[in-house]
């Protein structure tokens, strides 16, 4: 009798922890998607077509994050941000790859000039 009455207590403090698993605000969380996201958009990725399509989607994951931390769904929060930081570091690496190319580019035809300068100026290549 005992022992079932023990296996009874631990079946139902068992239960008892795994349903009242909560989870905290993410609040860290928010604030690092949202520090993602403003660098993203203070790098301009707005104007980078590729890289503007994954700032407005980290965008609408904050949003629906901040919606589902009102409704106490905070898991669901988590994993939408975890997915906006993401999407916002994304546009930061495509603004950054963009300008990179472009100074490479105008790098490139800054060489190019100058040997063209040279050669005219009798300069041996």
């Known amino acids: 009798m005992n022992l079932n009455l023990t296996r009874t207590w631990l079946a139902t403090c068992a ?13 860290q969380q928010l604030a690092d998607a949202q520090s993602a996201e403003r660098s993203a958009t203070e790098l301009g990725a707005a104007t980078e077509p590729n890289a503007q399509l994954h700032l407005q989607l980290a965008h609408e994951q904050i949003t629906a994050a901040n919606v589902a931390i009102h409704d106490g769904d905070n898991e669901r929060a988590g994993a939408l941000l975890s997915r906006a930081k993401a999407d916002a570091e994304l546009s930061i690496a495509l603004t950054r790859e963009k300008t990179a190319k472009a100074d490479a ?4 035809a800054q060489s190019n000039n100058q ?11």
């Open 15 to 27: 239960l008892a922890c795994g349903c009242g698993i909560n989870y905290a605000v993410p609040s």
């Open 105 to 108: 580019e105008k790098a490139l």
């Open 115 to 125: 040997r063209v300068t040279n050669a005219n100026q009798g300069a041996q290549p």
